[in-house]
């Protein structure tokens, strides 16, 4: 508040008051000062940005979608809001929106692994789109090679791709980084093919104690 006493205009004290209201789910208030940040700069596209995250967190939809697609009529590069649109998206199940959003997000930003995470499942899931989805898996584990969680999902779609080899393969490499949910393996649906093979329940059997 002091900010604002010495300038009225500052848009990063109504922007830093919005997220501290946001956080505190004063929502009013914190709609309030988000208001502010794009009146007096209507080009700041984080302020368009919360304003989105905002809404989203009360399950208001429409205006959330608005604000996102306000921050990237302003700047199409704007990773964050493409990805927080897919999540969006994804909420209210509209999977190929989602989808779209999440790749612009990594067109955006190729480093952006989230979107890859996001987009992967998407894809692995509700898209039914194994082959796809392997790729932002295999991206994943290259650029995390320590995530057991990027290496079960990629060894889940290679056993809904029948791959059975490497399945089982990435699969270990899952194990070893430590994914070790043996319960969730033996009745993931996405698993099936890997389960029907006799080397599945030997490889629980070698890493469970």
Avoid at 59 to 69: R, S
Avoid at 88 to 100: G, H, I, R, T
């Amino acid at each position: 508040m002091q900010a604002l006493q010495c300038d009225s205009t500052n848009i990063y004290a109504y922007y830093n008051l919005g997220l501290l209201y946001k956080n505190r789910k004063q929502y009013s208030d914190a709609e309030k000062m988000l208001f502010q940040v794009v009146h007096f700069n209507p080009g700041y596209v984080y302020g368009y940005n919360l304003l989105g995250l905002l809404y989203k967190e009360q399950n208001q939809y429409a205006p959330a979608e608005k604000y996102f697609l306000l921050a990237v009529e302003k700047n199409p590069g704007f990773v964050y809001s493409w990805y927080n649109l897919g999540l969006l998206y994804k909420e209210q199940e509209k999977s190929e929106a989602a989808a779209s959003s999440f790749k612009k997000a990594i067109a955006a930003d190729s480093t952006y692994l989230f979107a890859y995470d996001e987009l992967g499942l998407l894809l692995l899931g509700p898209m039914n789109k194994p082959a796809e989805a392997v790729g932002f898996f295999e991206k994943l584990v290259k650029q995390q090679p320590d995530s057991g969680r990027h290496y079960y999902n990629l060894a889940c779609a290679y056993s809904r791709l029948q791959k059975i080899k490497e399945g089982l393969r990435t699969l270990e490499m899952a194990i070893q980084k430590g994914y070790t949910d043996f319960e969730w393996m033996r009745k993931d649906t996405d698993l099936e093919s890997l389960r029907k093979n006799p080397d599945f329940e030997s490889l629980i059997k070698k890493y469970k104690k």
